[in-house]
C-alpha cells in the first residue's frame, strides 16, 4: 500500500467546516485514495473514496491534487458525532485488505 | 439499510478455549474480510474470503485461526485454542465488487481470555 500521513489530531468548532489533510506522495496512477472513520470503538465506516476527481456524498468532499500526491476530506458542517479517528488510505489495486495507520483524531467541540 | 452484523457482543472466555465468532455479511456481497483491533491499538488485517476460499491473510493469521462460510448468509472466524493475547475487538466486513474497496464493517464482537 501506499504509505499515507496524517496529523495525529485535530479539533474542529461544532458546525463548521472540517479539513483533515492527508498526504500520499507514493501513490501511483491507478491507485485510488479512500476514507474510513472510527467513532469509538465501533466498526470502522466507509465515508468516501476519489482516484483524481473530487468527489462529494452525502457525508463529505474529498478533494486530491492533481498531482494526486495528498488529498483533504471536507466535513462540510461538523457535529459532535463526527468526533472520530478518521483514516485515509490507499489499498493496492491487486490486495484485498485496507490497511488502518494512526489516523487523525478529530474532535469536534461546542 | 443493509448492515453487516455480529454475534456476540461481548465473548469470555478462558485460555486454551475454542471460540466461534460468527458474521452476518450484507446479503448480496461477494468479499468478507476479518479485522482486529487490540485495546489502544491499530485495526489490523486479518484474513479476507473470496469464493469459498482465503484470498489474503496476515502474519497474524496462524493455524489456530480459521474461517468458514458455512451456509449462504453467516462468516465465523474459529480460534482453536485462545491466548491472552487474543483478546481484542474483532470486527467483520463484507463488500460488493471487486473493483472498489469500499467495506461495510459490523460493530465488532469483544472477545476477553482470561
Known amino acids: 500500500d501506499a504509505k499515507t500521513t496524517q496529523p495525529p489530531s485535530m479539533d474542529c468548532a461544532e458546525g463548521r467546516a472540517a479539513n483533515l489533510p492527508c498526504n500520499h506522495s507514493t501513490i501511483s496512477g491507478n491507485e485510488y485514495v479512500y476514507w474510513y472513520r472510527q467513532i469509538h470503538s465501533q466498526g470502522p465506516q466507509y465515508i468516501i473514496h476519489?482516484?483524481?476527481n473530487n468527489e462529494t456524498n452525502e457525508m463529505a468532499s474529498l478533494i486530491i491534487t492533481e498531482d494526486r500526491k495528498s488529498s483533504t476530506l471536507i466535513l462540510p458542517h461538523a457535529t459532535l458525532r463526527d468526533t472520530a479517528v478518521y483514516y485515509c488510505?490507499?489499498?493496492?489495486?491487486?490486495?484485498?485488505?485496507?490497511?488502518f495507520g494512526g489516523g487523525t483524531r478529530l474532535m469536534v467541540k461546542p | 439499510e443493509p448492515e453487516v452484523t455480529q454475534t456476540p457482543s461481548h465473548q469470555v472466555t478462558q485460555m486454551g478455549q475454542e471460540v466461534i465468532l460468527r458474521c452476518v455479511p450484507i446479503s448480496n456481497h461477494l468479499y468478507f474480510y476479518w479485522y482486529r483491533q487490540i485495546l489502544g491499538q491499530k485495526v489490523e488485517f486479518l484474513v479476507s474470503f473470496y469464493n469459498n476460499e482465503i484470498s489474503e491473510k496476515s502474519e497474524i493469521f496462524d493455524d489456530q485461526f480459521s474461517v468458514e462460510r458455512p451456509d449462504g448468509s453467516n462468516f465465523t472466524l474459529k480460534i482453536r485454542s485462545t491466548k491472552l493475547e487474543d483478546s481484542a475487538m474483532y470486527f467483520c466486513?463484507?463488500?460488493?465488487?471487486?473493483?472498489?474497496?469500499?467495506?461495510?464493517f459490523g460493530p465488532g464482537t469483544r472477545l476477553t481470555v482470561t
Open positions: 488510505i490507499v489499498p493496492l489495486n491487486a490486495g484485498n485488505m485496507l490497511t
Open positions: 476519489g482516484l483524481k
Open positions: 466486513a463484507s463488500r460488493y465488487t471487486s473493483g472498489i474497496n469500499e467495506q461495510y
